[in-house]
């Protein structure tokens, strides 16, 4: 795949420039401490601007978006799969459950991808119209159905279980109003096409927890069935990439679900299927900047070996490929010393903004770009220091709580910076509370017309109180039928 270069890393570190440079250096009782020769601080603390953020002991630990990127990543989409028919691209909302960042998205005329009853009122609110909403999830209760049929928003139904749950709503929907659902309803498939590099990740395997085994003995044919006895089943859902899975491999998941949409309206002999679900899993390149494969590519390969698929509208549900790039954590070494040979660089960022990586490193491997504390990048040459073997750690209770481990980077010491690209999709939308560490504050940045950064905020970090809050009731209780309080609210109904 060629390279796509692009302005991130500029934007980026004009950000966290004005970032290091609003920051006090670490102080004890007022008292700045000494920085080494390699890592120089000013001597005087900066007066701090509101319109900026700053790392401080309440919020050692920043995420920053880039909201230009967004912007550009979502035309660079919109462009890529133009078409004479309809296309709806539905933003992932797991990886950006964020109320400012959907608005913006809906806002550009995106949809939302919502796979549970908080991510479908989130979409809600954020001001998505309920027939651009896509209601994906394997396990829809009774509740969840009727709530999405009332709305109207798409739905696309995992099993025959669940399907004949739809026919019993749909049913009882009828008798009552004589009306039919307006939303679009279909059933997802899964093409068994294969694993890829991530297996926790791979969606299309033999036996995934997601859709219906086509090649499932009498699996198609019970399923060609179903489309032709419910004229209200007009879509067909397959969801084949996701990271670590070849533009290939994923174009053979969605030529499947092509082939079943072509053969049921030619059993049907009427278009029954008018749009296809791709589903989203484009790649993102974590280990470096460039921006590959790009959608203009991904579109490339479908109209090469998936042709028919471009005569259905078409329903996309990217997340990451569109979010990922925008993103970086930033924090500050707030220790450091050498074990064993390897020095190690103690931060408050960690599990709780990295979960993944932390858990499954070889996985989800993530870049570390180190600053000074003033924010200059930080290289050996320029620090008059060596390359040597680092871990990055966080501050969790647990050996495996890293960043990176064993990574060939700039010595790094007490008081500079560390960057985390790559981690604007799903590292912020799914923070982990392990030893309370709270939820980190998100900021938007983007170029302002004078060529300065502009900061936003996107969500504010979590208190301390908020913590305990969470942490659950403060004395026993013991259940009556007068205190039952202790379970969530109910689904709201109606629209």
């Known amino acids: 795949m060629p390279s796509h270069h692009h302005a991130i890393p500029n934007r980026r570190a004009r950000a966290i420039r004005a970032i290091a440079e609003n920051s006090a250096p670490p102080t004890d009782a007022g008292v700045s401490v000494q920085p080494s020769s390699a890592s120089a601080q000013p001597s005087s603390a900066p007066t701090q601007s509101a319109a900026v953020p700053a790392l401080t002991d309440d919020a050692a630990v920043l995420g920053l978006m880039d909201l230009d990127w967004v912007d550009t990543a979502f035309e660079r989409l919109t462009s890529a799969f133009a078409s004479d028919r309809e296309v709806l691209h539905a933003v992932a909302c797991k990886a950006v459950p964020l109320p400012s960042l959907l608005s913006r998205y809906a806002e550009m005329g995106a949809g939302c991808e919502v796979a549970s009853p908080g991510e479908l009122e989130l979409a809600l609110s954020a001001g998505f119209a309920p027939e651009r909403i896509v209601f994906d999830s394997p396990a829809k209760t009774w509740a969840e159905l009727n709530r999405a049929v009332n709305l109207g928003v798409s739905i696309n139904v995992d099993n025959f279980d669940e399907l004949a749950r739809l026919d019993t709503i749909l049913a009882e929907r009828n008798n009552a109003t004589a009306t039919t659902a307006s939303a679009r309803i279909g059933v997802r498939i899964n093409p068994q096409s294969g694993t890829g590099l991530i297996g926790a990740l791979s969606t299309a395997t033999q036996t995934s927890k997601f859709g219906i085994g086509l090649a499932d003995p009498g699996a198609r044919e019970a399923l060609i069935e179903a489309y032709l006895a419910r004229p209200w089943l007009n879509q067909v859902h397959v969801h084949s990439g996701s990271q670590g899975i070849s533009l290939d491999k994923a174009a053979v998941g969605i030529r499947a679900a092509v082939d079943l949409a072509e053969e049921i309206n030619s059993r049907a002999s009427a278009r029954r299927i008018t749009r296809i679900d791709i589903g989203g899993g484009l790649s993102v390149n974590f280990d470096g ?41 930033l924090t500050r070494v707030e220790y450091a010393k050498t074990t064993g040979g390897r020095r190690i660089a103690m931060t408050q960022a960690g599990v709780q903004v990295a979960t993944r990586t932390a858990y499954a490193p070889n996985d989800w491997p993530l870049r570390i770009l180190p600053f000074t504390p003033d924010g200059n990048p930080k290289t050996a040459e320029a620090a008059d220091s060596e390359i040597v073997p680092t871990d990055v750690a966080g501050p969790a209770c647990f050996s495996g709580d890293l960043l990176a481990r064993d990574r060939m980077l700039p010595r790094l010491d007490a008081g500079d910076l560390v960057a985390v690209p790559e981690t604007g999709a799903y590292y912020f939308s799914n923070p982990f509370s392990y030893n309370l560490l709270p939820r980190v504050p998100i900021f938007g940045y983007r170029t302002a017309p004078d060529g300065s950064t502009e900061f936003f905020l996107i969500r504010r970090g979590q208190t301390i109180a908020e913590v305990l809050a969470e942490a659950g009731e403060t004395e026993l209780r013991a259940l009556s039928p007068e205190h039952r309080d202790f379970a969530a609210e109910p689904i709201a109904q109606g629209s």
């Open 289 to 329: 900047e460039d921006i590959t494969p790009t959608f203009a590519d991904y579109r490339a390969v479908l109209e090469e070996q998936v042709p028919g698929l471009f005569d259905f509208d078409i329903v996309t549900e990217f997340g990451r490929a569109l979010l990922a790039k925008a993103g970086t954590v």
